[in-house]
């Protein structure tokens, strides 16, 4: 009774509480979302990002922190919701996006992709592989449509995985193939390695070793020479389980330990738990079970742990044969019956055909004759589907079938008598039934007198009953939360690894738009570039060309840093390389008239309300090979020249409405020599007559503007020795010293004016040293990039 009343007073607590445990959708974006089971971390990430997302102004921008959201996330109840946000938020974007904003448009097909292969992921782990394949196939329709070959090679091999371990053997490889082709296109060795090692698994499970072998070996090289651990332990434990299948035990065990040891370092926990079971079975084979159970025990508990439907299902089949090998029949059903629900869940005819066979060999050594005739002709079912020949499976039932009735037979006096004695227990056991039955009519009877008395003291203990089970449920809570705050402290930390591995591609991808400053020494006077980005990746880039024996060169800065500034920087060096590529020779003016059309079209700037505020400040540079000339623009940044001659300069007069504007764009700075600097020769700093040259850029940016005018461009005259400076906001606004300031301009041209005359390359170390010594333990504030020329 109390019992009962216990389970109402939980229900009526339960509703009352309901509403408070849910967060409000208008701040949290998300529906359902339960706050007092969110991990400690998930929720600190949240709320960051969901504070970051409020006051995006781009809707770029919005989505990005939402994506960021999703991958960095590690409970499984709550990252799918905000990738179904996410994926709302692509389908709006697209809606409003015109079909010849073919960037943007891009960028948004993209984020719906991952939404796509997330959805799919999910549902793969969840065991839902019709539902993951639906979502896989609308994902691969994206990929065709903006022909992303790396996405289709991934795809590929994803889908024929799934295949494989179906049994639909023939459609895996033809999937599996596809992506091998397409990434040996591409050049993409971690991926190429990864359908070399799947098409090495598929021929193993064929029994085709020598082929499993070529395509495991050809796997390890590639991943021994990208150094990827992950990878190599991996290989490794594929070809132990080949070298024990050819039962070459040596090699086997050997390949198993390495395995296992590097998983271990790299706190590879999928890694780990597979080469524990390898090992395992390894100590079967042997019939060392108690150190099979060992391995298997502790691989278990990580694939639980990482909710690894598969291979969860195949270390129970595992131990369920050494519990039967071991006699403990009982035990080896348990594992076996959970095996096989979690095989049929997955739909993999493998996991199913071995499991059943298990099943049978148990139900036999129960004497469950049916049962046993059942599994086994499951198991044959199974069979077929996975080797598809029909005459086989009927020899094989048709052989099974009277092999049963062989033992039947030979069992048959054995059995009766056992049935004679079972006989005699079933009338025993009904006296003791009758028995009891009457003894239980007694205390009903007992029991009814006693209900009055019992509902009211339940009455009056009712209120402290509540009270105890609040603090009850409260203590539970607290400790629950502890215990998945330390379990999953791990996996966030990995999560967090794969967001700043995502980040440090982006950065790859932008080290690969960026010429290498090695490329940019072969065609230009002597120079040194000085790039120090502020995050992983930066906003603000150099940029080169050469066209008819014209060089140009810019340094770049777009708005903000880190992820939003790097794929404005993107959209720079392909609007650059683009304008000077399609078009006759331009003057830095002209070219940037036309990137500032590029930039205000394709972020759909209008001037309105709302819109996009992204942009760039440049300044560029041209130089003829041929006659030293120089020609400049700039937007908002300036050029610094510093020479010993008067500095002549013609400059294009900007115009509005037919009247000239009047700007100053031509200063001067002079400093007095440090004679004790130790960069500076004293003998040559006494020239007085050397001075910093400042050539101001045009007052407005790469984008939209109120006063949009064209740039101005100025014709340069340059002699031997003269050094040309081009740069960005980040050194001058850095603060340090010992009061926290800006560095500042002054500070700049002083630290130019005192080192103009040592060669290039030790320029770039000093302005780099002093820019260290300026920081001090401060962070730095922006991306940092100088780049200096001396014409000779």
Partial sequence: MNKYLIILFIAFSTLTNLNAQFADKKIYLVDSLNLKLLYKEDKALIDSVVNQYKKAKHDTVRLSLISTLVEGISDNRVWPKYNEFMFELCNTGLSKIPASQTVVRLFYLDYKNRALNNFGYYNLMQGNIDLALEYYAKSKAILEEIND??????????????????????????????????????????????????????????????????????????????????????????????????????????????????????????????????????????????????????????????NDSEGIAGILFRIGEIQ???????????SANESMKMAKKLKYPLEISNTALLLQKIYKKQNKWQEALEMYELHVEMQDSIMNEETQK????QQMQYTYEKEKLA????????????????????????KQKAELEREAIQKKALYGGIILLALLV????????????????????????EAKKKLLEEKNKEVFDSINYAKRIQQALLQAEEHVSSKFPPHFILFKPKDIVSGDFY????????????????????????????????????????????????????????????LNQTGKGGDSKDGMDISLLRFDTLTKKIEWAGANNPLYIVKGEKLKVKSEKLKVNSEELKVKSLS?????????????????????????????????????HENIVPFTNHSIEVNDSDKLY???????????????????????????????????????????????????SLEQVDDVCLIGLSIE
């Fill in 149 to 306: 070959k790396a996405g289709l090679a991934a795809y590929y091999n994803s889908v024929g995985y799934i295949y494989t371990n179906q049994g639909s053997i023939k459609k895996g490889l033809d999937f599996m193939h596809k992506s091998l082709k397409l990434k040996e296109e591409l050049g993409d060795l971690p991926s190429l390695a990864t359908t070399l090692t799947n098409l090495g698994f598929v021929y193993k499970s064929q029994n085709e070793h020598d082929k499993a072998l070529e395509y495991f070996q050809k796997s390890l090289k590639i991943r021994e020479d990208l150094n990827d651990k992950s990878g190599i332990a991996m290989c490794l434990g594929h070809l132990g389980s080949l070298y024990f299948a050819k039962n070459e035990l040596e090699k086997a065990l050997e390949n198993y330990s390495k395995a296992y040891r590097i998983s271990k370092e790299t706190s590879d926990e999928f890694g780990t738990a597979h080469h524990l079971q390898n090992l395992g079975v390894f100590f079967q084979r042997k019939k060392n079970y108690s150190q099979a159970l060992k391995y298997f025990a502790n691989c278990l508990e990580l694939r639980r742990k990482i």
């Fill in 324 to 334: 039967l090998e071991m006699g403990n029949i009982s035990e080896a059903l348990t």
């Fill in 668 to 704: 001067s700075y002079k400093v007095d020599v440090i004679l004790d600097s130790p960069s500076v020769i004293p003998n040559e700093c006494e020239e007085s007559n050397i001075q910093l040259y400042e050539l101001k850029g045009d007052k407005m940016p790469i984008g939209f």
């Fill in 462 to 485: 009712s209120a402290i009953l509540i009270a105890f089970r609040n603090k009850k449920r409260d203590n539970e809570i607290i400790s629950k939360q502890k215990d998945e705050v």
């Fill in 411 to 434: 069992d048959s006096l054995e059995f009766a008598n056992k049935e004679a004695i079972k006989d005699l227990e079933i009338k025993e056991n009904q006296a003791k039934i009758q």
């Fill in 726 to 776: 081009i740069f960005s906001d980040g050194f001058a606004d850095q603060f340090g010293g010992e009061h926290g300031k800006k560095y500042k301009y002054k500070a700049l041209k002083e630290l130019l004016l005192q080192n103009y005359q040592i060669p290039m390359q030790e320029q770039k170390e000093i302005f780099l040293q002093a820019f260290e010594n300026w920081k001090g």
């Fill in 543 to 602: 940029w080169s060309a050469e066209k008819n024996n014209h060089l140009f060169i810019a340094v770049v800065d777009c708005t903000g840093h880190g992820v939003p500034g790097a794929f404005m920087s993107m959209l720079g060096i392909s609007f650059l390389n683009d304008i000077v590529s399609t078009n006759i020779l331009l003057h830095p003016s002209e070219i940037l008239d036309k990137l500032r059309d590029r930039v205000i079209k394709e």
């Fill in 394 to 397: 009927i020899v094989i039932k």
